[in-house]
């Protein structure tokens, strides 16, 4: 699987200068936050991922992804709908295929 990442729009709240990306690899989902003098990030493995939450507004969706122990969670808002949908998805579908028979 490709890694693909998601880039928070710069016209929701706190992602205007530095906006959030989360990038998901077939191996571990990793949220990124900039600011001006350091780097927020934060990664949690694909198989330590307990649940995927989307809450949806007119436009913008907040992502919401629990670890299973329960770790720091991963939080993101600002993502289109769609970005939203994909992560969730991707995520879905990596835990699948690393599942053992």
């Known amino acids: 699987?490709?890694?693909?990442?998601?880039?928070?729009?710069?016209?929701?709240?706190?992602?205007?200068?530095f906006p959030t990306s989360l990038e998901v690899t077939d191996t571990a989902v990793t949220r990124r936050k900039k600011s001006w003098l350091s780097r927020n990030e934060i990664s949690i493995h694909l198989q330590r991922v307990a649940s995927v939450r989307i809450d949806t507004g007119l436009v913008w969706s907040d992502i919401l992804i629990?670890?299973?122990?329960?770790?720091?969670?991963?939080?993101?808002?600002?993502?289109?709908?769609?970005?939203?949908?994909?992560?969730?998805?991707l995520i879905e579908q990596a835990q699948t295929r690393q599942r053992p028979a």
Do not use: Q
Request: charged share 25%; proline share 7%; hydrophobic share 30%.
């Open 1 to 17: 699987m490709p890694t693909e990442i998601f880039t928070a729009s710069r016209w929701t709240k706190g992602n205007r200068l």
């Open 66 to 89: 629990e670890s299973i122990g329960g770790g720091d969670p991963i939080t993101s808002h600002g993502h289109p709908k769609k970005d939203a949908i994909r992560i969730k998805a």
